[in-house]
């Protein structure tokens, strides 16, 4: 991903992560294996998450965490069906994954609006447990000397790179970065985030409006009502009472703030059958 500055004398800095984190990620995947509880797998790898949901759907619980390894540069999906791991994603099919689910991709409907199933089955297609999977990946990273302001530009670009969906945030977190919060500003962002993600499937709308308060955009999907609140950018899908889908980032919000350009990032992505799907559902 490249930044226009107005700078042609910058040096480029090539980033190749140390030995002892290549070894550290090797140590915790050997340890994965489909079946595992997902109780067991979340004590193992505690990256920093991007993006989650959680569905209960029918009689089945499914759940899909995206963390990061920031020490070698890799996207990991984690899925699980009835808190058993399913199927382990890495960084191009990661993204693609966030790509094929947001409203520019499934015909302005949000993807659970058809049910999970087609993307339960996308998933598991992907998992690279199976297919031998590479404990060593790793990739390297390219900074540049920067002015302060610049640098803070390319370090939310970096962000981005990694986890598309930041770019709900990036202006907002540029002009946060480049202005500065005030700490009572920071607690409450904080704070809401702690509040908006130890909401649990089960738990009833009344629940979630006490803690969180007036959504900023409400939504039907299927049977469910939807609350959307934007800054944790949390999405709740509420069906007789009870919440039964949370998602993280919300792909409601990330729709109203690019509905003018946001094809142009996640329209052109292959989806191989979730497209078939999409096209042959009325």
Known sequence: ????????????????????????????????Y??????????????????????????????????????????FGLYFKDDTLQSVMLDDDVRDLFSCRTLFKTDNKHWLSKGIKPYHEW?????????????????SRTTASQTPANTVIANTLTLIMYSPALLIAAPFMIHDEMTGKTEDEQKTITTRYELA???????????????????????????????TYYGPSYSYGIKDGAVVWIEYFSMFELYTRQFNYGHSFYGNTDCGSLDEFWKATP
């Open 34 to 75: 489909l079946g595992k509880s997902k109780e067991d797998v979340l004590k193992l790898i505690t990256y920093p998450r991007m993006h989650t949901f959680d569905v209960v759907e029918g009689a089945n619980y499914y759940s899909y965490i995206e963390v990061l390894n920031v020490d070698t540069n890799v996207n």
């Open 123 to 139: 998933i598991k297609s992907k998992d690279q447990l199976n297919k031998g999977l590479n404990y060593r990946i790793h990739h």
């Open 197 to 227: 993600s130890s909401i649990q499937l089960g738990e009833t709308e009344a629940q979630i409006l006490a803690t969180l308060g007036q959504p900023e955009q409400t939504d039907s999907v299927r049977d469910a009502n939807v609350l």
């Open 1 to 32: 991903m490249a930044l226009l500055t107005g700078c042609s004398t910058q040096q480029q800095i090539e980033h190749i992560p140390a030995e002892q984190f290549i070894s550290a990620q090797e140590r915790i995947l050997k340890q994965l």
